[in-house]
């Protein structure tokens, strides 16, 4: 059985958009079993944790003596084994995969450069000059993105792996109101994220974090 490791507790702003959540979110997408093991923030950087992960961070899975990391990779590695998340035929495989690392590298760096400003910077000087820049580079990838979409329900047709990457990366924008600004996505956003997989994935991502929290000195 795979083993995802996530974290037990992470501040109230993370709490539902932690990186495991894409993995829980397609191992329920593939109905492929797992368990959840919770590593604590002081446990990131220990040696055992290191070896499977090397940058201390979340996701990671174990499944009989095999190590991965990166949400992405694992995510990929899930949709390869199941035809709910990719096509078999190679042309659609082909097309999932690359959604996929559009929804990593194309749209996630913007957004996430955005999150940096909006909610670790708030208020600094570099940040408040940064900001019209970045929600325009957001702006620009999302306006690209509901070109392609027009009026398709996913990406490629079918629901797949690239459209619950980009989901997820959508979501990552709810401390503003760009994806709003953009109908045909807000709705797209909308259609993957009622799933039942996802909320399932959602609501046991956050009990996981219930009674963890620090407490105070």
Not at 75 to 95: E, F, K
Not at 133 to 138: G, I, K, L, S, T
């Amino acid at each position: 059985m795979i083993t995802l490791y996530a974290y037990r507790w992470v501040p109230d702003f993370a709490q539902g958009h932690v990186r495991d959540l894409r993995v829980r979110w397609a191992l329920e997408e593939a109905a492929i079993p797992y368990e959840v093991r919770l590593i604590g923030l002081e446990e990131k950087t220990s040696p055992n944790y290191l070896a499977l992960q090397p940058f201390g961070q979340v996701p990671a899975i174990e499944e009989n003596g095999a190590k991965l990391f990166e949400s992405g990779a694992i995510v990929l590695d899930i949709a390869r084994r199941s035809q709910a998340l990719m096509p078999r035929d190679p042309g659609g495989r082909g097309r999932t995969e690359a959604w996929m690392f559009a929804a990593l590298n194309s749209v996630e760096p913007a957004v996430a450069s955005l999150g940096e400003i909006d909610i670790f910077a708030a208020g600094q000087a570099w940040a408040t000059q940064r900001h019209p820049a970045a929600v325009e580079a957001v702006n620009l990838k999302l306006g690209r993105l509901q070109d392609w979409l027009g009026d398709r329900d996913f990406l490629e047709g079918a629901f797949s792996a690239g459209d619950l990457l980009m989901a997820t990366v959508l979501r990552d924008l709810g401390h503003t109101d760009i994806v709003e600004q953009y109908p045909r996505l807000m709705a797209y956003r909308d259609r993957c994220i009622a799933r039942p997989a996802f909320k399932k994935a959602l609501a046991d991502q956050l009990q996981s974090f219930e009674g963890h929290a620090p407490v105070a000195a």
